[in-house]
């Protein structure tokens, strides 16, 4: 049985906090053909979507009567969470395909929002990728240290991208998902010198905290909230058990 689908019905710690948070306010892009939101029906993007916390994120928003904007790179687990939402009934759902991993893939994605959307209420940057054990340095196609572009740069260019749809929203919000983090060495902001996967994770998680707490002013002149959530540490997802820690908060059985 593959991983993801022992994982299916595990519960996600922290979910709660991610859905509260939300609620209390290949390089080119394929987009599926599911449902459009319904006149006032709040529109949220949840990046990562299709896997872990950002899954679940989904499920929730969408049992909550949300249309939510599905995001990931694997267009079957997409399917399976969009029949879940259907069948469930209350919310819906919409697919795009894109790898953030690409500032190209990053930029079609927002135009592609920006083409099919007339608001956005809540953006949730929730993707990005973890190698712990990796000693090798791994660059995306533009060159940039791999952790640090998924976990920090794409999110910077989608929220910088998406502004004039969720300034049009307002108010609206701007989640971006947290975790441990350490400092940057702005000497070598690529990690060029003695490399580590995990540092190289909690350095490209705080540039996303930074990026946060930079961005707070001309985001609140819009009337755009921005929160940096740390929703637990090592819970029950993927990207965790892929890597093999050992859960702080393991599921219930």
Avoid at 20 to 26: F, K
Avoid at 92 to 107: H, M, V
Avoid at 174 to 197: C, H, I, T, W
Avoid at 233 to 251: K, N, R
């Amino acid at each position: 049985m593959r991983l993801a689908e022992r994982l299916r019905n595990r519960p996600v710690v922290g979910i709660l906090v991610l859905a509260i948070c939300v609620i209390a306010m290949s390089p080119s892009v394929t987009a599926s053909k599911e449902a459009s939101p319904l006149p006032g029906q709040r529109v949220i993007l949840v990046t990562g979507s299709t896997g872990g916390l950002g899954r679940e994120t989904a499920l929730a928003l969408a049992r909550a009567g949300d249309h939510v904007i599905i995001h990931g790179r694997n267009a079957e687990r997409a399917k399976e969470i969009i029949r879940q939402i259907e069948k469930d009934g209350r919310g819906s759902a919409k697919f795009y395909q894109a790898d953030l991993a690409s500032l190209e893939a990053t930029k079609e994605l927002a135009n592609a929002i920006l083409a099919d959307y007339e608001r956005l209420d809540v953006l949730v940057n929730n993707a990005g990728v973890l190698v712990p054990d990796q000693q090798e340095r791994r660059l995306s196609e533009d060159g940039y240290e791999l952790h640090f572009h998924v976990n920090y740069l794409s999110g910077y260019v989608l929220t910088s991208s998406l502004l004039p749809l969720l300034e049009a929203s307002a108010p609206s919000r701007v989640v971006n998902v947290a975790s441990g983090q350490r400092p940057l060495d702005f000497e070598d902001l690529m990690f060029e010198k003695e490399y580590n996967g995990l540092d190289a994770y909690l350095r490209s998680k705080n540039a996303q905290i930074m990026m946060t707490f930079a961005m707070e002013p001309y985001l609140s002149s819009r009337n755009i909230a921005t929160n940096a959530l740390f929703p637990s540490g090592l819970m029950d997802t993927d990207m965790v058990i892929e890597a093999g820690f050992e859960l702080i908060f393991p599921p219930k059985r």
